[in-house]
């Protein structure tokens, strides 16, 4: 089967970087996605990773490793309003395509 | 550019009714997927349509079931209900199927059984 795992939650300061990792375990492995909840909202799409290596989409990066089956999100220059649920997905080609979303991880930003 | 629309937003239901959402892709996107969302359990996956066509299936009881049509369209029925499907039942759409990359996702229909 599919699983993931990411931190339930993760608290840090205004100004600050914070980084949420996400180990997987899939066989059909297409490419690891980011998304963002806040709450009472649906999940926004932040970035996808298919090949090893760094993504960099503003205050947001994504990085992923193959071999090691990790990825992580990190976020620079922390505002209030990244205060939300953080969700690594894994896009998994086993018996036809579908995506694996993880638990979720809850950031919470303090001023 | 519309986004993707749900209905109903909102719905009350009691044990051993039926129901069906509907979801509407972003117009031109092929595929539409469908979570089942709970606090503490993340997403979980229940369908993945493409051009009328169910592509996979999560690990849910056949009680959930569902279809695609021509305008890309869908609807989920679950039969049944027990109260442990109340939940906030989430429809994303994408351009194509296969790597998927970004998937748009709905406001939702929060489903409470009663």
């Known amino acids: 089967g599919q699983s993931l795992e990411q931190p339930s939650e993760v608290t840090a300061v205004e100004g600050a970087i914070v980084q949420i990792n996400c180990t997987y375990q899939t066989s059909g492995f297409y490419g690891l996605s980011w998304y963002q909840q806040h709450d009472g909202g649906a999940p926004t799409f932040l970035s996808y990773n298919a090949l090893d290596g760094l993504e960099e989409t503003g205050r947001f990066s994504s990085f992923l490793s193959r071999s090691d089956s990790y990825g992580y999100l990190l976020l620079q220059e922390l505002q209030m309003k990244d205060s939300a649920s953080y969700f690594c997905?894994?896009?998994?080609?086993?018996?036809?395509?579908?995506?694996?979303f993880g638990a979720g991880t809850r950031l919470f930003v303090k001023a | 550019k519309a986004g993707v629309t749900q209905t109903p937003r909102y719905l009350i239901k009691t044990r051993g009714q039926q129901v069906t959402l509907s979801c509407s892709p972003i117009s031109g996107h092929r595929s539409v997927s469908w979570y089942q969302q709970t606090p503490g359990q993340g997403l979980q996956f229940l369908f993945e349509y493409f051009s009328e066509t169910q592509r996979n299936k999560g690990n849910f009881p056949g009680r959930f079931s569902g279809r695609q049509f021509s305008n890309s369209r869908s609807e989920m029925n679950v039969s049944t209900l027990e109260l442990g499907d109340s939940a906030l039942y989430l429809c994303a759409s994408s351009l194509e199927q296969g790597e998927g990359r970004e998937q748009f996702f709905g406001p939702g229909t929060r489903l409470t059984v009663l």
């Open positions: 997905a894994v896009r998994d080609g086993t018996g036809g395509f579908k995506t694996i």
